[in-house]
Nanobody, 121 residues
Framework: QVQLVESGGGLVQPGGSLRLSCAAS????????MGWFRQAPGKEREGVSC????????HYADAVKGRFTISKDNAKNMLYLQIDNLKPEDTGVYYC??????????????WGQGTQVTVSS
């Protein structure tokens, strides 16, 4: 069974940084595109970033470009999201997502339980 476990969230002040991690098990990251979604209070989940396993290309939502960096370590089967210059609007639950194919346009069917990110002064 596919398993995804997110960690690294917390309470930080505006301008701070966080590094989110996603531990994947029972499948290999090098075969699938992986991404991050988030859900702000009272809103639907939105795509934040994705990394393709076919060519390593990365994609970012306009709201996070220049501040978020997605990366992975295939040897450790880990996915990461480095978040810099956090803003209050970044608050939400962040989810690790596995896609069905090797590109970010693929359908996705698996995600973890999420990790809470709260940005407040």
């Amino acid at each position: 069974q596919v398993q995804l476990v997110e960690s690294g969230g917390g309470l930080v002040q505006p301008g701070g940084s966080l590094r989110l991690s996603c531990a994947a098990s029972r499948f290999l990251l090098d075969y699938y595109a992986m991404g991050w979604f988030r859900q702000a209070p009272g809103k639907e989940r939105e795509g934040v970033s994705c990394i393709s396993s076919s060519d390593g290309r990365t994609h970012y939502a306009d709201a996070v470009k220049g501040r978020f960096t997605i990366s992975k370590d295939n040897a450790k089967n880990m996915l990461y999201l480095q978040i810099d210059n956090l803003k209050p609007e970044d608050t939400g639950v962040y989810y690790c997502v596995k896609y069905l194919g090797n590109v970010c346009t693929s359908e996705y069917h698996y995600w973890g339980q999420g990790t809470q990110v709260t940005v407040s002064s």
